[in-house]
């Protein structure tokens, strides 16, 4: 397994079919262990000989990340199977790592990496926040004392709490100053006292059941100064910037999940009855089809805008990782709502060949973490759009093309540059340009820039930006209250549905300009997807449209029913399942 390719194509293969009743990792064996609450043993050994823990830990203290593109490809082949897997085995041990990979000295970053190397796990207990989801509100707390700091409290709801040996620990610093008030502290649970640390119960919850979400409490347990993580007071920024890297990676285990979710809704269409029809001679069933999977390739091209953002444009990808991570989850989420009047009641089937979806819509608020996750992305945007409205679009200039090309090389990750304000909004700047390409097009050119419909799509959505351009030019930046009324929110939707048309204009057109060299992906290369997502997205804007593009959206389907048959993920990269 030499290059990150190889090694999506080893893990996937590794699984097996998930369709095959013989597989012992196949959807009945998942189901059962869903069912059950308990972790799939065979499947944790399959990821223990991959050595998935290594592709959380950075390249330079001997693991194998290097691009966090290819990170999130490399989560598909488990979470397109089981959320509960994916993230109890290996992601929720990246979550907890990131504040020591992002602030932590060289002795904390080996520690992490030796933990994680070693096929051990680590945790993490997060601070509360006022919006908080499901669980109770507990904490723990550090207080100093001579020899370090003294740790006490409680957490109930913690992923791997009584399987994890690393602790990564968010903790109410007493006397703090505003803004101060949490500190990281990281802990190898073998060194720690064993009375000092107790397992609390474990709590049901409704998605990813097989995903141990426990409690520890620690009373009275001394740790020497060197278990902070940066500086006393710095937990709320180690949270913020830890997010930079987590949201990038949060459409790709959603659109997973949804992908599964897809192909059992198609293959449940596809089939045919007695009369020889099925159901994709109902109009409406083609639509939920078609629309599901250009939600996907949305959230793919977000996805890697988000990603490659973190390499390419460090000084202004955190409006981009904060919105592709708020709009996946609301778009797979009512796809899913689509899809399932499409199965009727197979939808509630919790075995056979259609049971993997309601599996998969259970695990989606999990796995997207939430409610409070989805206000927190929209808040984090909000403050930059004020600046963005004054001084970056329709002025900045367009991002590197490499930040559409996923075949292209990186710079390496360095994760002392990325900022959670940014200084400017490239991304947008694509939109401005393609719509400028479109309209300067020749009449014999039409064809294969999409022709009329897909210019017209784009000029509404430049003027959907400046639309919002007027708005937010009003807004005082810094001004609190006019940034949290409820017009401001109904904004920043829809400037993630801006961003979203953007990143598809900038992916088709670098696929059209990757025909030339023999790199291209053909479907991606033509206009046709192109043109139906800005469809999909412009109606969901509420704005005017051009006629129906049938003919695009009948390519779509086809797609969708080809990659049915030929065994091929729903994503930007066709990939092959096993």
Not at 295 to 312: F, G, K, S, Y
Not at 506 to 513: D, F, K, L, T, Y
């Given at each position: 397994?030499?290059?990150?390719?190889?090694?999506?194509?080893?893990?996937?293969?590794?699984?097996?079919?998930?369709?095959?009743?013989?597989?012992?990792?196949?959807?009945?064996?998942?189901?059962?262990?869903?069912?059950?609450?308990?972790?799939?043993?065979?499947?944790?050994?399959?990821?223990?000989?991959?050595?998935?823990?290594?592709?959380?830990?950075?390249?330079?203290?001997?693991?194998?990340?290097?691009?966090?593109?290819?990170?999130?490809?490399?989560?598909?082949?488990?979470?397109?199977?089981?959320?509960?897997?994916?993230?109890?085995?290996?992601?929720?041990?990246?979550?907890?790592?990131?504040?020591?990979?992002?602030?932590?000295?060289?002795?904390?970053?080996?520690?992490?990496?030796r933990l994680l190397l070693s096929g051990r796990r680590v945790a993490v207990a997060r601070h509360e926040v006022a919006h908080g989801n499901d669980f109770v509100r507990d904490e723990f707390t550090a207080r100093a004392v001579p020899d370090g700091l003294v740790i006490d409290g409680s957490k109930s709801a913690i992923a791997n709490a009584s399987r994890a040996t690393g602790l990564v620990v968010f903790a109410r610093t007493e006397g703090a100053a505003r803004g101060r008030s949490h500190t990281v502290l990281l802990l190898d649970r073998d060194e720690l006292p064993a009375d000092a640390v107790e397992n609390l119960a474990r709590r049901e919850t409704t998605g990813m059941r097989s995903a141990e979400f426990g409690g520890l409490r620690i009373t009275d347990c001394l740790v020497p100064r060197s278990a902070v993580v940066g500086e006393v007071g710095d937990g709320y920024e180690l949270s913020l910037r830890s997010s930079l890297l987590i949201r990038g990676l949060i459409p790709s285990i959603v659109l997973a999940g949804a992908d599964t979710a897809l192909r059992t809704v198609a293959r449940f269409a596809n089939r045919r009855r007695e009369d020889g029809r099925?159901?994709?001679?109902?109009?409406?069933?083609?639509?939920?089809?078609?629309?599901?999977?250009?939600?996907?390739?949305?959230?793919?091209?977000?996805?890697?805008?988000?990603?490659?953002?973190?390499?390419?444009?460090?000084?202004?990808?955190?409006?981009?990782?904060?919105?592709?991570?708020?709009?996946?989850?609301?778009?797979?989420?009512?796809s899913m709502d689509e899809m399932s009047a499409v199965l009727g009641e197979e939808t509630f089937a919790q075995d056979g060949a259609y049971a993997m979806f309601q599996k998969q819509r259970r695990d989606l608020p999990v796995t997207s973490l939430g409610h409070a996750g989805s206000a927190g992305r929209q808040v984090s945007i909000l403050p930059q759009l004020p600046y963005f409205a004054r001084h970056a679009w329709f002025a900045d200039p367009e991002p590197p093309p490499d930040l559409f090309r996923p075949?292209?090389?990186?710079?390496?990750?360095?994760?002392?540059?990325?900022?959670?304000?940014?200084?400017?909004?490239?991304?947008?700047?694509?939109?401005?340009?393609?719509?400028?390409?479109?309209?300067?097009?020749?009449?014999?050119?039409?064809?294969?820039?999409?022709?009329?419909?897909?210019?017209?799509?784009?000029?509404?959505?430049?003027?959907?930006?400046?639309?919002?351009?007027?708005?937010?030019?009003?807004?005082?930046?810094?001004?609190?209250?006019?940034?949290?009324?409820?017009?401001?929110?109904?904004?920043?939707?829809?400037?993630?549905?801006?961003?979203?048309?953007?990143?598809?204009?900038?992916?088709?057109?670098?696929?059209?300009?990757?025909?030339?060299?023999?790199?291209?992906?053909?479907?991606?290369?033509?206009?046709?997807?192109?043109?139906?997502?800005?469809?999909?997205?412009?109606?969901?804007?509420?704005?005017?449209?051009?006629?129906?593009?049938?003919?695009?959206?009948?390519?779509?389907?086809?797609?969708?029913?080809?990659?049915?048959?030929?065994?091929?993920?729903?994503?930007?990269?066709?990939?092959?399942?096993?």
């Open positions: 397994m030499t290059t990150a390719e190889d090694r999506i194509d080893a893990l996937e293969l590794a699984f097996g079919s998930l369709d095959d009743p013989g597989n012992p990792l196949g959807a009945a064996a998942l189901l059962a262990a869903d069912a059950a609450g308990a972790v799939l043993p065979e499947a944790e050994q399959v990821l223990d000989a991959f050595g998935l823990n290594a592709e959380f830990v950075p390249a330079d203290v001997g693991g194998r990340l290097e691009r966090m593109d290819l990170l999130g490809r490399l989560l598909r082949p488990v979470f397109r199977r089981d959320a509960s897997l994916g993230f109890g085995y290996g992601l929720n041990c990246f979550f907890a790592a990131t504040p020591v990979w992002t602030a932590g000295d060289d002795a904390q970053r080996r520690l992490a990496a099925s159901s994709l001679d109902v109009r409406h069933v083609r639509d939920v089809l078609t629309g599901g999977f250009l939600d996907l390739l949305i959230i793919d091209c977000l996805a890697l805008v988000a990603t490659r953002a973190l390499h390419l444009l460090p000084r202004q990808m955190s409006a981009y990782a904060a919105a592709a991570a708020y709009l996946a989850p609301k778009l797979v989420a009512e075949d292209r090389g990186l710079p390496p990750l360095d994760l002392s540059q990325p900022v959670l304000l940014g200084d400017g909004d490239p991304l947008a700047a694509t939109l401005v340009a393609c719509t400028d390409l479109l309209e300067a097009a020749e009449p014999q050119d039409e064809t294969g820039l999409g022709g009329p419909a897909l210019r017209f799509l784009t000029r509404v959505l430049t003027g959907e930006l400046a639309e919002l351009k007027k708005a937010f030019e009003n807004v005082a930046e810094g001004d609190r209250e006019a940034l949290s009324s409820p017009q401001s929110f109904g904004l920043a939707d829809r400037y993630t549905l801006v961003l979203a048309a953007a990143a598809c204009l900038g992916v088709w057109r670098e696929q059209r300009a990757a025909t030339a060299d023999g790199r291209a992906d053909a479907f991606l290369a033509a206009p046709a997807w192109v043109t139906a997502v800005l469809y999909r997205l412009v109606a969901r804007l509420g704005l005017p449209l051009p006629d129906r593009p049938a003919e695009p959206e009948r390519l779509v389907l086809d797609e969708v029913v080809a990659r049915l048959h030929n065994r091929r993920s729903y994503d930007l990269y066709a990939s092959p399942l096993a």
